[in-house]
């Protein structure tokens, strides 16, 4: 009877826990996608070429903030996207322009965005430099010597092959850019939650000393996200020249301030020991589907950049768990 009586008084739950904070960058998205569509829709919002435009524009921010989620994850931050992205696209744009195949072209970017990667594993692996202060180091290097490299001038990419792979093709309707971004966050998405280097990454940034009592070697793990950091970077920086057909030193500008915002804003902490590629890939929609929805409406530059900070913090804010 006392069993019984136990069991009685436990209140009826057929549902599991909802955690709404877990999916503020939803609820949000959903939100201003619907104010967009009520107060703008007539003026061409919700049309497809729209849909498919916001998605081609987020999609190089999406690629970074991919590999920028494994590096926070893991307890460090790369500020240095932005600038190895110009200087992928412009070592690319220089391999085609002397002769060689664009395969060869984006092994020579990935190339650089490796090298950059590398040095910024080093600083921070061996060395023992805090990567705040490295990447903000190689952020300034890379984009002067992306600027000396070409004195400042635009370097054009005739090849349509790349142009359509990287740019502005499409694959059954589908844009290009769109499927890179996808497929990217796929791919993000699976290493990080079903992989052992993914338990390895967050192991590493909940609580480094216990990760290492447990046999996890950190230093090479926060070593491997910086290689994976650069690597997307430059795949970012080909994306920006095959979309625009050239290469300039001020591609990425900014870039890596949008990526960590679409990482926080997905629920990724920024302390480390916790990540989401599907709620970074909704921050990455958000940022885009916000800035498009203020171009429309005709706001300026300058009323933009407040409105669209004022969302992403009340976002963070909404996500913000009591007394986190």
């Known amino acids: 009877m006392q069993s019984k009586a136990t069991i009685s008084s436990r209140p009826a739950s057929f549902m599991p826990d909802f955690q709404w904070r877990n999916y503020v960058v939803y609820i949000f998205f959903v939100a201003v996608l619907g104010f967009f569509a009520v107060t703008i829709g007539d003026k061409g919002f919700l049309t497809m070429m729209n849909l498919f435009n916001i ?31 110009a200087l992928a696209a412009l070592t690319g744009a220089l391999v085609m322009q002397a002769g060689f195949a664009w395969p060869i072209a984006v092994v020579a970017a990935i190339g650089s965005g490796l090298v950059v990667g590398s040095l910024n594993g080093f600083f921070v692996t061996v060395i023992g430099i805090p990567s705040f202060l490295v990447t903000l180091g190689m952020m300034q290097f890379v984009r002067g010597f992306d600027m000396r490299v070409t004195y400042t001038n635009p370097v054009s990419i005739a090849d349509k092959t790349f142009n359509a792979l990287f740019g502005s093709g499409k694959f059954f309707g589908i844009p290009s850019l769109l499927i890179w971004s996808v497929v990217i966050a796929l791919i993000g998405h699976i290493v990080l939650k079903y992989t052992g280097f993914g338990r390895e990454i967050l192991a590493t940034g909940g609580n480094r000393q216990a990760a290492e009592y447990s046999g996890v070697k950190t230093r090479r793990v926060k070593f491997m996200v910086f290689l994976l950091s650069g690597a997307a970077a430059a795949l970012a920086g080909l994306l920006y020249s095959g979309m625009m057909q050239t290469a300039r030193f001020n591609f990425g500008e900014g870039a ?6 679409a990482v ?20 990455s929609l958000l940022i885009g589907t916000i800035n498009n929805g203020l171009i429309i409406m005709g706001l300026d530059v300058s009323e933009q950049m407040m409105v669209a900070g004022g969302i992403i913090i009340l976002a963070v804010a909404f996500g913000k768990k009591p007394g986190a």
Do not use: N, P
């Open 264 to 283: 926080i804003l997905g629920g990724t902490s920024l302390f480390g020991g916790k990540g989401t590629i599907l709620g970074t890939f909704a921050g």
């Open 55 to 85: 998605a081609r524009t987020t999609a190089m921010i999406t690629v970074i903030a991919v590999a920028m989620t494994f590096v926070i994850s893991s307890g460090e931050l790369d500020l240095s996207v932005g600038s190895t992205a």
């Open 256 to 261: 890596e301030l949008m990526a960590i915002a």
